[in-house]
C-alpha cells in the first residue's frame, strides 16, 4: 500500500511511482514478482494497479 496523489500533470489513465529509490517504499516492492524471461528485469512499467479512497 502506498498514499496517493491525484495530479492533471499525467494522463488521467496512469500511476506513476518513483523507482530508483532504496528502501521500503520503492516500488518494487510492490510490483509483481516475475521477470522478463531474456533481460530478468522486473515489469516497473506494465503492472496492475488499484486506487482506492480511504476514509481517515
Known amino acids: 500500500m502506498a498514499p496517493a496523489r491525484l495530479t492533471t500533470a499525467i494522463r488521467p489513465d496512469t500511476v506513476f ?3 530508483h529509490r532504496a528502501g521500503g517504499d520503492r516500488v518494487g516492492a510492490l510490483t509483481h514478482p516475475a521477470l522478463d ?3 530478468r528485469m522486473p515489469g516497473f ?3 496492475a494497479v488499484r486506487v482506492e479512497a480511504v476514509t481517515p
Open 17 to 19: 511511482m518513483p523507482f
Open 37 to 39: 524471461p531474456a533481460s
Open 45 to 47: 512499467k506494465v503492472c
